[in-house]
């Protein structure tokens, strides 16, 4: 499974970007995919997963409210709309598919990550 992640960059506090994450090797509408994070001198954390359908959503506290992760099937692609951005959320973003294809916040239940898409949030 490839997986190639875009969309991050440089934004101010409260701003907002929206992550793609572009996957090719298996069938994508079968399994779940989640977006992590790694902040430089931090383990990789756990931000957002959604089911194989989209049908339900998971977000770690830090998040939630302000990020909202989204699939296409059609285009085998997967989204992070984030906003109100904060200083913390600089990290550099992964999107990962599952083993299986269940949903789940465990980082090794993950087989496939991409190289990841820098956010920096500045003040």
């Known amino acids: 499974v490839q997986l190639q992640a875009s969309g991050g960059g440089s934004v101010q506090a409260g701003g907002s970007l929206n992550l793609s994450c572009a996957q090719s090797g298996r069938t994508f509408s079968f399994y779940a995919m989640a977006w992590f994070r790694q902040a430089p001198g931090k383990e990789r954390e756990f931000v957002a997963a959604v089911t194989w359908k989209g049908g339900a959503e998971y977000y770690s506290d830090s998040v939630k409210g302000r990020f909202t992760i989204s699939r296409d099937n059609a285009k085998n692609t997967g989204y992070l709309q984030m906003n109100s951005l904060k200083l913390e959320d600089t990290a550099r973003y992964y999107c990962?598919?599952?083993?299986?294809?269940?949903?789940?916040?465990?980082?090794?239940?993950?087989?496939?990550w991409g190289r990841g898409t820098q956010v920096t949030v500045s003040s």
């Open positions: 990962a598919a599952p083993f299986y294809a269940r949903a789940t916040m465990d980082q090794y239940d993950y087989a496939s």
